[in-house]
């Protein structure tokens, strides 16, 4: 077995392949199994994965015990001797957000001559989002209710409202119908000029360079400039978004009182 036990960005990534030399001829007389631990994402099991694809990982290994990514997959290539597997997150991390997503982890038999991965699904806490239209989320909130009323460990809710002329005290209204339900319960106000927004991820080239070259700069760090504009501001700015809106509305509809007092 060989594992390392990070995830390399950079030049430290062509310095992994090089390694992958070495253990390929290592693995390739070895008589058994030979099982790789690895926390990197490849290209063929996620878009934004570009560090590797498999045809750069070592070919000799009966096992690919992969990281990183969030979601399950398990790959088989025919230069490859065994399956690259992606178990996932045990749990939905933030960065996932709320969804109705089933999370567990693989348990591997390696008593033959392949490595057959199995997949062992753990009882985690429900997690669910809803979207509605302001005008019918009183519905929506009964369909929900309807839902989640036998479950036996409390979900958290997420509820994602698209509407003009909003009045928060109604939402927070009907929201409360689900306090005695759900562990927590999110809302977020949409509009179709948000949803359909992308200006942070479609940001021309040019703006991102120099976006890039002054963290550079500021973290003295290709690494850590490389991971907060490639890797956490894409994640962060529309959710940021987002609940600057909700923020915006609420004192919106406070001042709106105020006024008429």
Request: charged content about 30%; some cysteine.
């Amino acid at each position: 077995m060989v594992g390392f036990d990070h995830q390399e960005r950079g030049v430290d990534v062509e310095e992994l392949k090089k390694r992958f030399q070495e253990i390929d001829s290592v693995a390739k007389e070895h008589k058994g199994h030979s099982i790789l631990v690895l926390h990197q994402g490849i290209t063929e099991a996620h878009e934004f994965a570009d560090d590797f694809n498999a045809n750069e990982l070592p070919k000799n290994f009966t096992y690919y015990a992969m990281g990183h990514l969030h979601d399950t997959d398990v790959k088989q290539f025919n230069h490859l001797k065994g399956p690259i597997a992606y178990p996932g997150s045990i749990e939905l991390t933030t960065s996932e957000g709320i969804k109705d997503v089933k999370k567990g982890f693989f348990e591997v038999d390696i008593s033959g001559k392949e490595a057959i991965p199995k997949w062992i699904e753990l009882d985690t806490r429900p997690q669910f989002s809803f979207n509605t239209k302001y005008t019918e989320l009183e519905k929506t909130i009964g369909e929900i209710i309807e839902k989640i009323s036998d479950l036996t460990k409390k979900p958290m809710i997420q509820v994602k409202i698209e509407g003009e002329d909003i009045e928060t005290d109604h939402i927070q209204a009907q929201i409360a119908r689900l306090n005695s339900l759900a562990l927590r319960c999110f809302w977020k106000i949409t509009t179709k000029q948000i949803s359909d927004s992308s200006v942070f991820l479609d940001k021309p080239s040019v703006i991102e360079d120099e976006m890039f070259r002054l963290s550079i700069n500021a973290l003295d760090s290709e690494k850590d400039a490389n991971f907060a504009i490639k890797e956490l501001l894409p994640t962060l700015s529309t959710d940021g978004m987002n609940q600057a809106l909700e923020i915006i509305l609420e004192n919106y509809e406070k001042f709106k009182k105020e006024e008429k007092q």
